[in-house]
């Protein structure tokens, strides 16, 4: 089990991935859901702080010459412009909750980054995000496989 547990938390800090998969895989391979759960939000949340670390040092000196890496950015800032115009620093939290692909914890740290949001408040804002994110992915992933289980 703490096998399963482990690749959970791997998956979960795997950027695309994250825990939107990761829960569910978790599930699908016999760990009890909670312990899904709280594998990919504990591996999530440890990515807040690297993320933005990552983005204050080597963004201005490195990834910003990488034409990838500021199409990327500019992809996420666009998608999450609303959230933030409309709500501030809560629409990170709101757009990181959102349990589809793509906004996960670190297009949220890269929302909240290039709007120059408060980093505190934002760090908050994206924990919430991440757990409501997370309930919502285990709700559904457990339904969904138990009507598998059902029919199968």
């Known amino acids: 089990m703490l096998i399963r547990f482990i690749h959970v938390m791997v998956l979960s800090i795997v950027p695309w991935v994250e ?59 666009h998608r999450g412009r609303k ?3 409309r709500w501030g620093v809560v629409g990170v939290g709101i757009y990181v909750s959102l ?5 996960g914890v670190y297009s949220g740290a890269v929302l909240a980054w290039t709007f120059g949001l408060p980093r505190r408040q934002a760090i908050v804002a994206l924990a919430v995000g991440v757990l409501v994110s997370a309930f919502l992915v285990t709700l559904i992933s457990t339904g969904l496989i138990a009507v598998i289980r059902r029919f199968v």
């Open 19 to 77: 825990l939107r998969l990761a829960i569910p895989y978790g599930i699908t391979k016999g760990l009890p859901p909670a312990a899904a759960f709280g594998a990919a939000v504990l591996a999530s949340w440890a990515m807040i702080l690297p993320a933005f670390l990552g983005l204050d040092l080597f963004y201005g000196r490195f990834l910003s010459r990488s034409p990838l890496v500021r199409r990327l950015i500019q992809e996420v800032r």
């Open 83 to 85: 959230y933030v115009e």
């Open 99 to 103: 349990p589809v692909p793509g906004p």
